[in-house]
């Protein structure tokens, strides 16, 4: 019996040390030693300008809330709210969906689906700051040098303040109540 018992922990053993190996030798490994749970979403991408006919991808615009209104009021344009959901539930841009950055992949996936025939996705959360790295990541996926996406500059409190079209209540995919 303490055979086995050694043979198993000299197996266990060998496979810990060959996936230690295996894991510092690729590029992609992961880090065992800086890791840290993220707190929030990640910094932004730098922008990546779209240059004639190479098939670029357009970077991210940054325009003012009155700005992006007139770009709302298209019927080819989407508009996401990346905050969280009890924030969204409070108040949120009239028509806009809820894809917060913590959503799961599905959920970025169908976002990028309801593109199809839309020419303009707007984006914004409580600041610049936290819409940027969605922006740049539903523009990664979506890959098309057609869309034009915007985030609205200052977030949703500069949209209320200029007094611009809101709505309120629940959310139904967020699973948070209307209080």
Do not use: K
Request: glycine letters at 12%.
């Amino acid at each position: 019996m303490v055979a086995v018992v050694a043979r198993a922990a000299c197996l266990l053993g060998v496979g810990t040390a060959l996936g230690l190996v295996v894991n510092a030798a690729r590029g992609d490994g992961v880090s065992l030693t800086a890791f840290a749970a993220p707190s929030a979403c990640p910094a932004a991408p730098a922008p990546v300008a779209a240059s004639a006919g190479d098939g670029a991808v357009a970077a991210v615009e940054v325009l003012a809330p009155t700005a992006a209104a007139d770009l709302c009021r298209d019927p080819r344009a989407v508009v996401v709210d990346v905050r969280p959901p009890a924030a969204f539930a409070e108040g949120h841009v009239a028509g806009a969906l809820h894809l917060p950055c913590a959503a799961p992949g599905g959920a970025a996936r169908a976002a990028v689906e309801l593109l199809g025939g839309r020419n303009t996705l707007i984006v914004y959360g409580q600041d610049t700051g936290e819409a940027l790295p969605v922006a740049e990541e539903l523009r990664r996926r979506a890959g098309r040098p057609d869309l034009r996406i915007v985030v609205i500059e200052g977030g949703f409190p500069r949209w209320s303040a200029a007094s611009l079209a809101c709505s309120s209540g629940p959310c139904p995919e967020c699973g948070v109540p209307h209080e």
